[in-house]
């Protein structure tokens, strides 16, 4: 079997050395062996830098990327947990008024909808899509683009592209996550930024005349909620689509939903606590013990 020059060993140098260029044999013959280098032990090679995974060779016109478009240090089950680990991460912050699912076609687009609750933005449901790029988590940040454009200093016009380089002018792996851009998204309704905006006249209005900007984002929020009926633009089983209020369908699983929303008073009832309990559930009497004196 032929063994990889840079993982075999020379011999234990403790042993007994035989004469040079020469080695005995089982029978007792004298046969030549090659010379020996002149250090005991061969050095493993340093790794070079961005070097692919033995099991998915790279790809012949890019080095620094493999065949299938991820980068050439991770390997497409690499990408595929990356983007696992941050939706899990969306999922435990628990993010107020966003939801997002990757799509059923590929987990480097994900669909999300925004809901405003307040501001200037009150009432408004934008959704957007996020666009990850194939060499994550060692790329450029996600893209994130609304459906329809907003009218918004950091959003463009056009293309509604949210301005996400903004807050991460260089993505890095490990500190940024997706959910950070998410939660940018939701906060740019509430903290009007026009500095270098993608909008100037949304910029412009904001700094020189609010009332129109204020008119301007209420024709924007009004326009958007007319269209979130529509059909996604994008085929896929899991975009995010809205129905109209059916009784029918929807007030079932109203009631379901408060029905099965517990009481203040039941928190306590049926939770299992480990360790001393200092108050009384219910009150701010402590040590749990009763006022009365025990009677003899």
Known sequence: MNLNPFWSMSANTSRKQRPDNE?????GEQRASPARLP???KQLPAIPKN???????????????SANGTHASYGPFYLEYSLLAEFTLVIKQKLPGIYVQPSYKSALMWFGVIFIRHGLYQDGVFKFTVYIPDNYPDGECPKLVFDIPVFHPLVDPVSGELDVRRAFNKWRRNH???????MYARTIFYKINTTEPLNPEAAVLYEKDVQLFKSK????????NSHLFDQPKIDDPYAISFSPWNPAIHEEAKEQ?????????DHHKGTQVSGLSWV????????????SPPQS
């Open 23 to 27: 080695e005995q044999s089982g029978n």
């Open 51 to 65: 070097a692919a995974p033995i099991t998915k060779p790279t790809a012949m016109g890019n080095p620094a990327q």
């Open 39 to 41: 250090f005991g032990k």
């Open 280 to 291: 009384k559930p219910g009150s701010t009497q402590p040590f749990s013990k009763d006022d």
């Open 176 to 182: 940024n996550h997706i959910w950070q851009v998410l």
């Open 257 to 265: 939903m408060f029905t099965h929303k517990r009481r203040p008073e």
């Open 217 to 224: 984002v209420v024709d924007s929020v009004k326009l958007c």
